[in-house]
C-alpha cells in the first residue's frame, strides 16, 4: 500500500509560478512511475504529466509543455511539479498518483494510488 499526500497549492495570479509536491510513504516509489493529473470543476480528470520509475522518461500534456516539469528524489520519495507560466485554466485540483510499472503511462487507469489532491488557483 502506497499513500500518497499532496502539498504546495494555493492562489496565484496569472503569469506566477507554483510548486506541487507530493510525499510517498508506505512503499518505496523507486518501483513506480509518478503522474500529475487535475480536474476542474465540471470536467473530467485530465493528464498533466508523468515520470518513470527512474526519472529517464517524462511526458507532458501539450497544454502544459513548456511550462511545466514533473521531478522525482527515490531518495526521499518525493515527486514535484514546477509549475510556470500559470494560466487561469490551469485552476483545478491536482492529484499525485503511483502506478506500478516500468512504463510511462497517461491514462488514469493505468495508476493504482492516489492522494487526495491540492487546490491551484490561478487568477486573471
Known amino acids: 500500500q502506497v499513500q500518497l499526500v499532496e502539498s504546495g497549492g494555493g492562489l496565484v495570479q496569472a503569469g506566477g509560478s507554483l510548486r506541487l509536491s507530493c510525499g510517498a510513504s508506505g512503499r518505496a516509489l523507486s518501483n513506480y512511475c509518478m503522474g500529475w493529473f487535475r480536474q476542474a470543476p465540471g470536467k473530467e480528470r485530465e493528464f498533466v504529466a508523468a515520470?518513470?520509475?527512474?526519472?529517464?522518461?517524462?511526458q507532458y500534456a501539450d497544454s502544459v509543455k513548456g511550462r511545466f516539469t514533473i521531478s522525482r528524489d527515490n531518495a526521499k520519495s518525493t515527486v514535484s511539479l514546477q509549475m510556470n507560466s500559470l494560466k487561469p485554466e490551469d485552476t483545478a485540483v491536482y492529484y499525485c498518483?503511483?502506478?506500478?510499472?516500468?512504463?510511462?503511462?497517461?491514462?488514469?487507469?493505468?495508476?493504482?494510488?492516489w492522494g487526495q489532491g491540492t487546490q491551484v488557483t490561478v487568477s486573471s
Open positions: 515520470i518513470s520509475w527512474s526519472g529517464g522518461r517524462t
Open positions: 498518483a503511483a502506478a506500478r510499472g516500468v512504463l510511462i503511462y497517461s491514462s488514469s487507469n493505468a495508476y493504482d494510488y
